[in-house]
C-alpha cells in the first residue's frame, strides 16, 4: 500500500510530473506563439491585399465614369455652337445628339433670362413654352451662365436616378443648353465581371444615396449616409474607412474612391467573414499542429520520465532500508550516468557503517570481558553504547536542530558553530537559510572580541535587536552585509567547556520574546548532547584503556539526556497548550473583527464563553438610518475621483462620531449607513446615545456640506432614529459573516432616513417619548411610510439641550459583558 501511495506521489507531483509538463509546456507554448504569429502575419497580408484590391476597383470605376460624365458634356457642348442659331437648327442637333447619346433623355434649350424656348425628347416637342426655370435646382441658372458648364445634384424619379448638366452657349447672354441624364448606365460599371463573385459595388451621391449598384448590393435610391464608411466617403474631411458594416448589418471589407467634380463615391466592399475564411482555415491548422505536438511532447515527456522512475525508486527503497538499519542492503542501479553513482555512494556509505557498527560491537566486548562487573552493569552498557550509536552522526542530528528552529522561531537564518579548543576559533558547522558550503567571513570565526566568545564564557543567551546600533564585531558585520539587522546567540557549553553557539539570524530588527530565548535554549542543549556524544564515541574509540572512565561518562550523559528529554517534554506539552489558547483566542477576535469595531471585538475576546452573544436572539434595539440628499445625481455630474474623496470624508466623520458612541455599525452602502445601539453590547441608554450621536452626526456632516458647497456639490444630510425589537445574529457564509438586525425597526428606520429633509433627524414618536427631556423637537404631519399600513408618528430633533461627555468606559463594559 504505502509503495502504491510513494508511486502515484511520484507520478502527480515528483519529477515524472515535472518533466511530463514541463515539456508539454514548452512545445505547446512554442506552437502557440508560432501559430499566434504566422496567423497575425497571415491576417495582416491578407486583409491589405483584399483592401488594396478593392480599392484598385473602385479608382477604376470613378475614372470610367468620369470619363463617361466629361463624354457626355463634351457631347452636349457639342450642340451650343453658335452656327445652331435658329430653332429648326438648334432642334436638329437635339435630335441628332439623343440619336447618338443614349442616356440623354431630354435636351432643353433656355434664353439669357432662363425661360425656355425649346424642349426635345424622344418622344415629345415643345416650342416657344417660354417656361421661366432660371430658379429650377436641376438647372441652376444663374450658376451655369457663370461657370460655363453645371452639374445638378442627381434625383429620382420612379427610384431611377437621373442628372441635368447645363451648358452655357457661345456668346453674351446666349442662354445654355441644359440635358436631362439617365444614370442607369451606371451599374454597367459594377457588373460581377468587373466587381468579383463575392464582392459588392454601389455608387452613391453626396448625400449617400445609391445612385447604381451590382447584382449583390443594395437597392437604387436606398440611403445609406448613416454606415459608418459612407459617411467617411462622402466627408470631405475624412479618409475612406477600411472596414464597416453592409446595409444588413453585417462587418465588411471596403474600399472607396470620389468622383471628381461629382461629389460622388464609389464603394467595393467584401464580406469580412467570407475575406478572412483562410485566417480561420489557418487557425484550424495551428490547432491540429498544437494537439500533435501535444500528443508527442506526452509521449516522449512520459518515456524520458519513466527511465528515471526505476533508478529513483530503487534508491529511495535502499535510503529507507539503510535508514531502518539494514546495513547489508545494497542498491543495484546500472544507468552509467549520476543515478549510478549516487547509488554506488549509497553502498559505500552502508559498507562504511556496517564496517564502523561491527568494529564497535567487537571492542565493546573486548572491554566487557575484562570488566569483572555484574549482568545488570554490561546491560546498562550496552543500552548507553545503542543510546550513543544513535546519535552520533551529528550530520543527520544538527541539520534536524537547524531546520526545527528556524521553522518555529519563523527567523530567516540559524547558524551552528563548533568551538575548536586547539586553534581557538568556531567553525559553521551546520546552516539553514545560508549557504555553508560557501566561502565567506561567517565561516570561521576566531575566538575573541565576538558575541560568540561572549556569550561562551557569559554562559547566557545574548540578543541584538538592532545591529545597525551595535558595536563592530566579526559576526555582526558579516550579519549586515548579508541582509540581517537582528541576532540571538545561544551559547553551547556544559560542565566540560565550551562546545560551540546557535546563533539565529533575522533581516527585520526588534526584539526577541523571552519565551523564543528558553526555546533557544532548549535546541541548544539538544546540539550540546549530539556534540558531546559525538565526542565521547571518538574518545571511547581512541582510549579503550579507558572504557570504565567513559562508561560511567556515558551513564552521567544517558542520564542527563533523560533528564533533558523530559524537560523538553514537558516544555512541548506547555507550549502546545498556550498555542492552543492563543490560537482559540486569536480566531474569536477575527472572527468578532468582521463585524465588529476593534475594542469591542477585544472586549468580547477578553472574556470566555462570550460567542453566545453571537447567535441569534431577540432585543430590543435603536436603530439609526442615515444617507446623503442629492448624491445620486451628484455621482451622475462629477468625476468617480471626486465622488470617492466626498464619500472618504463623509465616512471618516461618521465613523468618528460611531466609534465614540459604541455603536455597532452594521453596513455601509454607497452613502447610505446604519448603525445598531443595544447590540451585541447592551447599554441601559441606548436610544439615548443614539439621538445624541444622530444630533452630532447632523452637525458634523452640515459642516462638510458648507465645504462641499465651495466646491459646487449640492449634498444634504437626514438621519431617521427607530426603537423597537429586533432578531439579532450572524448571517452569511463561513468566508465571510455579518452581525446583522432583522426586524420591522430596521425598515422603519431606513423609511424615516427617506421621509427627512436635508437637515433633518426625524425620530419615531417612541423614541422621542424617551429622549424628550433633553431634546427641542417638534412634532410631524403623519407619515405614510412605504411597509406600513398605519400613518407613522414622528417628530423632528431640533437640538440636544444637555451635554453628555464621552460615554465609552471600558470597564463599565466589561461588567456589562
Known amino acids: ?38 496567423t497575425w502575419i497571415s491576417y495582416r497580408a491578407t486583409r491589405t491585399t483584399i483592401v488594396d484590391g478593392m480599392e484598385e ?53 433656355l434664353n439669357g433670362n432662363g425661360r425656355e424656348v425649346l ?157 478572412l475564411s483562410p485566417i480561420r482555415d489557418q487557425l484550424v491548422r495551428v490547432g491540429l499542429l498544437i494537439g500533435m505536438g501535444l500528443l508527442v511532447a506526452i509521449l516522449a515527456g512520459t518515456l524520458l520520465a519513466r527511465r528515471m522512475l526505476i533508478p529513483i525508486t530503487a534508491l529511495s527503497a535502499g535510503a529507507h532500508r539503510l535508514g531502518e538499519g539494514d546495513f547489508s542492503h545494497r542498491i543495484d542501479v546500472r544507468t552509467s550516468d549520476e543515478l549510478e553513482g549516487l547509488a554506488n555512494q549509497f553502498n559505500s556509505m552502508a559498507n562504511q557503517i556496517q564496517e564502523t557498527y561491527s568494529s564497535l560491537e567487537t571492542k565493546v566486548e573486548e572491554r566487557t570481558r575484562d570488566l569483572a562487573q555484574s549482568i545488570n552493569e554490561l546491560k546498562v552498557l550496552e543500552e548507553v553504547g545503542r543510546a550513543v550509536a544513535s546519535s552520533l552522526d551529528l550530520d543527520a542530528v544538527l541539520p534536524t536542530i537547524a531546520a526545527r528552529a528556524l521553522e518555529i522561531t519563523h527567523a530567516d537564518a540559524v547558524l551552528i558553530y563548533g568551538y575548536d579548543a586547539d586553534k581557538h576559533r568556531f567553525n559553521l558547522v551546520e546552516a539553514s537559510g545560508i549557504d555553508k558550503s560557501a566561502e565567506g567571513a561567517h565561516v570561521t570565526i576566531d575566538e575573541g572580541a565576538s558575541l560568540l566568545s561572549d556569550a561562551a564564557r557569559g554562559g547566557e543567551p545574548i540578543a541584538l535587536p538592532d545591529l545597525d546600533e551595535a558595536a563592530e564585531q566579526p559576526l555582526r558585520d558579516v550579519a549586515v552585509n548579508a541582509g540581517f539587522h537582528s541576532v540571538l546567540v545561544v551559547p553551547l557549553v556544559d560542565q566540560q567547556g565550551t562546545l560551540g553557539s546557535l546563533v539565529v539570524l533575522r533581516r527585520a530588527a526588534g526584539e526577541f520574546a523571552s519565551g523564543l530565548t528558553g526555546l533557544m535554549r532548549t535546541f541548544a542543549h539538544q546540539a550540546v548532547l549530539a556534540m558531546r556524544n559525538a565526542r565521547l564515541f571518538t574518545e571511547v574509540d581512541h582510549k579503550g584503556r579507558e572504557l570504565a572512565a567513559a562508561h560511567e561518562t556515558v551513564q552521567q550523559q544517558a542520564a542527563k539526556l533523560q533528564e533533558q528529554t523530559e524537560q523538553l517534554r514537558n516544555w512541548n506539552r506547555s507550549l502546545e497548550e498556550r498555542v492552543e489558547k492563543q490560537l482559540g483566542e486569536i480566531g474569536r477576535i477575527k472572527r468578532l473583527e468582521r463585524f465588529l469595531a476593534p475594542q469591542v471585538a477585544q472586549l468580547i475576546a477578553s472574556s470566555d464563553g462570550h460567542d453566545a452573544l453571537l447567535d441569534s436572539h431577540r432585543r430590543e434595539v435603536t436603530v439609526v438610518f442615515c444617507d446623503l440628499r442629492g448624491f445620486t445625481s451628484f455621482t451622475e455630474a462629477t468625476e468617480p475621483e471626486e465622488a470617492m474623496n466626498v464619500l472618504r470624508e463623509y465616512h471618516a466623520e461618521l465613523g468618528e462620531l460611531i466609534h465614540r458612541y459604541e455603536g455597532t455599525l452594521d453596513r455601509f452602502a454607497g452613502d447610505g449607513v446604519m448603525i445598531l445601539f443595544n447590540a451585541p453590547l447592551q447599554f441601559a441608554d441606548h436610544t439615548k446615545r443614539a439621538v445624541k450621536m444622530a444630533v452630532e452626526m447632523r452637525d458634523a456632516i452640515g459642516k462638510l456640506t458648507e465645504k462641499w458647497k465651495n466646491r459646487g456639490h449640492s449634498l444634504g444630510f437626514g438621519v431617521g432614529v427607530a426603537l423597537g425589537y429586533a432578531t439579532l445574529g450572524q448571517i452569511g457564509f463561513e468566508q465571510r459573516l455579518e452581525y446583522a438586525a432583522i426586524g420591522s425597526v430596521t425598515n422603519l428606520a431606513s423609511r424615516l432616513c427617506d421621509e427627512a429633509k436635508a437637515g433633518q433627524v426625524v425620530v419615531a414618536r417612541r423614541v422621542f417619548g424617551i429622549v424628550e427631556p433633553w431634546v427641542e423637537a ?21 437640538s440636544w439641550r444637555e451635554e453628555v461627555n464621552n460615554v465609552v468606559d471600558a470597564s463599565a463594559a466589561r461588567r456589562r459583558m
Do not use: C
Not at 500500500?1 to 509546456?25: C, H, I, P, Q
Not at 470605376?61 to 453658335?82: C, G, W
Not at 453592409?246 to 467570407?274: C, I, M, R, Y
Open 57 to 109: 476597383k473602385a479608382q477604376a470605376t470613378a475614372k470610367r465614369i468620369e470619363q463617361s460624365v466629361f463624354e457626355l458634356e463634351r457631347q452636349i457642348s457639342s450642340v451650343t455652337r453658335a452656327s445652331l442659331d435658329t430653332i429648326d437648327k438648334r432642334r436638329a442637333g437635339y435630335a441628332q445628339l439623343l440619336n447618338s447619346a443614349s442616356a440623354v433623355t431630354q435636351l432643353s434649350q
Open 119 to 275: 424642349r426635345l425628347s424622344r418622344v415629345s416637342v415643345s416650342v416657344g413654352s417660354n417656361a421661366d426655370l432660371s430658379r429650377d435646382m436641376r438647372f441652376s441658372f444663374p450658376d451655369t451662365v457663370a461657370r460655363g458648364v453645371n452639374y445638378a445634384p442627381p434625383y429620382f424619379s420612379d427610384d431611377k436616378p437621373f442628372m441635368s448638366i447645363a451648358v452655357a452657349h457661345s456668346g453674351f447672354n446666349a442662354g445654355v443648353t441644359v440635358a436631362d441624364i439617365d444614370l442607369g448606365f451606371l451599374s454597367d460599371f459594377l457588373s460581377d465581371a468587373q466587381v468579383g463573385k463575392v464582392a459588392l459595388a454601389y455608387i452613391v451621391d453626396s448625400h449617400g444615396k445609391v445612385l447604381a449598384t451590382s447584382s449583390r448590393g443594395p437597392e437604387i435610391a436606398t440611403d445609406l449616409a448613416k454606415l459608418p464608411q459612407v459617411a467617411d466617403a462622402i466627408a470631405p474631411d475624412r479618409e475612406p474607412a477600411a472596414s464597416g458594416t453592409d446595409f444588413n448589418g453585417h462587418a465588411v471589407l471596403t474600399a472607396a474612391s470620389e468622383v471628381p467634380k461629382l461629389g460622388w463615391a464609389v464603394l467595393v466592399e467584401q464580406p469580412t467573414a467570407h475575406a
Open 778 to 798: 417638534r412634532p410631524l404631519d403623519d407619515l405614510q411610510l412605504k411597509g406600513f399600513n398605519h400613518p407613522v408618528l414622528a417628530m423632528e430633533i431640533l
Open 1 to 38: 500500500m504505502a509503495g502504491a501511495k510513494d508511486k502515484t506521489w511520484f507520478f502527480r507531483e515528483g519529477l515524472f510530473a515535472k518533466y511530463v509538463v514541463s515539456l508539454v509546456g514548452l512545445v505547446v507554448f512554442v506552437l502557440a506563439v508560432n501559430g499566434a504569429m504566422e
